[in-house]
């Protein structure tokens, strides 16, 4: 009677032995496939790239860029002459808006209204009128524009040695 | 129940007929129920075995078939290897696989050979029918029947369902930049193969070795970035281009280096060809002239004279040469192009470009002084690079006066085009002799390269002279305003059948820019210029090479970076006096 409930046990996990182990096979199977095309698709899609990206060094080649631009464009190779640097910029100009201000405009008029009428015998309003200058205006309110652009001097200059005969 | 009384009684009834097959069939007293529950037990032992072989073999297909299908795809690549990219020094892509479909033959399972020749002349018009029929009816197993099909061709030739004709995938080299880089990256054979260039560099380098053991069928190879930048490459060919056209010359050539870390910027011999069309490869008349030949350079060579006279410290700015009249060597005769019959100074040797002052110079020196020299530049030794091509100097047999005297202006000794720029930029760059590169190379690691052949001080000295030969020299037409390039011309008269050519001439010219913190040096070679009118008849440097190459920098100075520098003093203020508060 053991036996046989053994055998019957013993059969049963025999079945189902069986069914997991075709299980695993089956799955495995399909993720063989799976990976197989994803392999395939990735070559595909590598493929792809490198034509791709040959066309576009074709298209990006500098020959042809330069005979498009010939036909299409007026351009002109740049000149030494058109670069220069950005110490040779400007200075910025003072900031007549003051942050916060409700009329910006009126706070301009005014602002450039102030130098006007400092004169000689006018002095300039006294230290209480200090704080309304805004921080970036010069603080005893004359305010002069902003300074022309001054070219640095060349870099290295030392006349005393021109006279050395070559 | 009845079954087993019936015999007892009924032993004697069973008729006669039967017991005497019983006893012919299995004898007597034989018990038939053991007899045939030993069949059964047979039976079952061979269905047992049947199955079990069936089993088997299932088990063997489901491992065998996995391990067999990675192997065919290998089969399917391995045909043509895939090869890296090569990029420029930003990226931009040089040469690259792309896949393309061709066309084989199964010979043995070819049913009918006529057909299948009929149907694929129908779709390929250029295939040879008769060459084609002979490599069907072969007995081999496989046949190339064409290499590189179009897709449609492809879908074409697959529609018709031909037995035994079948598609591979293969790569093949793409050079999208086509003739732009062509003596720089080479070429590759049919088999994607490198036979020139830096493709013949990278098979040497370990990539043939994997094609051999079949292992370089990925794509994912790392790319080869190379030194060279795409656009100066670019602007340096249409420049050169434009240049043999005007000149009617046999050929153009430049070179761009970059003095510090000795990298190839761009390298253009022309004529040169398309690498997509191999057959124009072989031409001789395209080689690569700055590596492949030698040259004698001319008065570019008084470069390397005067550094090693002023190296020396026999001969300063200040010392003066005899060139009042010709010099007699033996039965030659050494003239001035610009003859000026005076006494020079060293400067003034080097802006007149005077022959005589030059020769007396290495002559003072000696000609053991000089090969020493020239043997420490590099001048004397096939330099080899990157690239498989590559050619010996042409030394003089014997190293008498005489030919102190000429290779002191540069005839007498020939040497290939790269090798006098890799000595001049070591003259440039502070005297440091760094081996020219095709890759990519930090300044680091030229450094750790770098020979030191000349003093720091001799190498300002020389880059005076150079600026100055653009300020009042011979290469005054390639000052560009704001590069302050420094530069020295040659020209050299063509040897023809052993003869120094009266007419036939190659001209050099070499520039370094900015000529007081070099970066990059310019070498334009032409050769055979003919004379147009612009040029008022002359075919010297001057007129021609250095033109050229001050329209060279103005197109490359601003993609290489080159900042403009405008309203700089003279060279003799602006070197040599910060030469001077340097002691």
Redesign the interface.
């Known amino acids: 009677m053991i036996l046989r409930i053994v055998n019957f046990v013993v059969i049963g996990a025999l079945i189902l032995a069986a069914a997991y182990v075709y299980r695993i ?1 089956y799955e495995a199977t399909v993720q ?1 496939e799976r990976l ?1 095309k994803l ?1 395939d698709e990735v070559r595909h899609e ?2 792809k790239i ?2 791709l ?6 298209l ?4 042809r860029i ?1 005979a498009l631009e010939k036909r299409f464009l007026k351009l002109k ?5 058109q ?1 220069d ?1 950005l110490d040779h910029l400007p200075d910025q100009p003072p900031d007549y808006l003051r942050p916060g201000s409700r009329d910006p405009i009126g706070g301009m008029i005014e602002h450039l209204e102030e130098p006007a009428t400092v004169t000689g015998s006018i002095p300039p309003p006294a230290a209480t009128a200090a704080p309304a200058v805004p921080p970036s205006a010069n603080t005893d309110g004359t305010s002069p524009p902003p300074p022309p652009a001054t070219i640095a001097p ?6 005393a ?2 006279g ?1 005969s ?1 | 129940m009845s079954a087993v009384a019936d015999p007892l009684p009924g032993v004697p009834t069973e008729p006669w007929l039967r017991r005497l097959k019983r006893s012919l069939l299995y004898g007597r007293n034989v018990d038939r129920s053991a007899k045939a529950r030993a069949r059964v037990g047979l039976a079952i032992a061979g269905f047992i075995a049947v199955y079990g072989v069936i089993a088997l073999r299932l088990v063997m297909f489901g491992i065998v078939a996995d391990s067999r299908a990675p192997h065919r795809v290998i089969v399917d690549d391995a045909v043509a290897t895939a090869r890296p990219d090569i990029l420029d020094r930003n990226g931009e892509i040089l040469a690259t696989d792309v896949r393309v479909p061709s066309l084989y033959g199964e010979p043995r399972h070819i049913i009918d050979v006529d057909e299948a020749v009929e149907l694929l002349t129908a779709d390929l018009p250029d295939l040879d029918a008769t060459e084609l029929r002979e490599r069907l009816s072969s007995k081999r197993g496989f046949v190339w029947l064409k290499r590189d099909i179009t897709p449609a061709q492809q879908k074409e030739i697959y529609r018709q369902g031909i037995p035994g004709i079948g598609f591979l995938n293969e790569n093949k080299r793409d050079y999208p930049n086509g003739p732009e880089v062509s003596h720089l990256i080479g070429l590759v054979n049919i088999d994607n193969q490198g036979i020139a260039g830096m493709e013949k560099w990278l098979d040497n380098h370990g990539l043939a070795a994997l094609h051999m053991a079949g292992l370089a069928t990925d794509r994912s190879q790392q790319p080869v970035v190379l030194s060279v930048d795409l656009r100066v490459q670019h602007a340096l060919r249409d420049e050169l281009v434009a240049a043999r056209e005007q000149f009617h010359a046999l050929a153009a050539a430049g070179l761009i280096l970059n003095v510090n870390t000795g990298e190839i910027v761009a390298l253009v011999s022309e004529p040169d060809y398309d690498p997509n069309d191999p057959r124009q490869a072989n031409d001789p008349s395209r080689i690569n002239r700055l590596t492949t030949g030698v040259y004698e350079m001319g008065s570019t060579f008084k470069a390397f004279t005067l550094a090693m006279a002023l190296d020396s410290g026999k001969v300063t700015l200040n010392s003066s040469f005899d060139a009042r009249a010709p010099l007699h060597m033996g039965r030659f005769l050494i003239h001035d192009f610009e003859a000026q019959h005076r006494v020079l100074t060293v400067p003034e040797i080097f802006t007149y470009s005077s022959n005589i002052g030059a020769a007396r110079m290495a002559l003072l020196l000696g000609s053991d002084a000089q090969r020493a020299f020239l043997k420490k530049m590099g001048q004397l030794d096939r330099l080899r690079t990157e690239l498989p091509e590559s050619a010996e100097p042409i030394l003089p047999r014997r190293w008498s006066d005489l030919t102190t005297a000429t290779v002191a202006f540069g005839h007498g000794l020939s040497v290939a085009p790269l090798q006098a720029v890799m000595g001049v930029a070591a003259i440039m760059n502070g005297g440091t002799l760094i081996p020219p590169t095709f890759l990519k190379r930090s300044r680091a690691e030229a450094e750790a390269l770098g020979k030191r052949v000349i003093k720091p001080e001799t190498s300002e000295l020389m880059r005076y002279l150079m600026r100055l030969n653009v300020e009042k020299g011979t290469a005054r037409k390639a000052d560009v305003p704001g590069y302050y390039i420094g530069g020295k011309t040659g020209t050299a008269d063509k040897v023809i059948n052993g003869r120094y050519s009266k007419s036939k001439v190659l001209t050099d010219f070499m520039a370094i820019m900015p000529a007081d913190h070099p970066r990059y040096l310019l070498l334009i070679m032409l050769d055979e210029p003919k004379a147009t009118p612009e040029t008022h008849g002359f075919t010297t440097s001057g007129w021609n090479a250095v033109p050229v190459g001050g329209k060279v920098v103005s197109r490359i100075a601003p993609l290489l970076g080159i900042e403009p520098r405008m309203d700089l003093p003279p060279a003799d203020q602006l070197i040599l006096a910060s030469l001077k508060e340097s002691r």
């Not at chain 1, 990006?60 to 020959?63: E, G």
């Not at chain 1, 190779?77 to 002459?81: C, E, I």
């Not at chain 1, 060349?154 to 006349?159: E, G, I, K, L, T």
């Open positions: 096979k063989a197989a392999r590598r493929d490198a034509a990206r040959a066309q576009w060094g074709e990006d080649d500098p020959a330069e190779p740049v000149a030494a002459t670069f640097s060349p870099a290295v200059v030392s006349p040695r021109a050395h070559p």
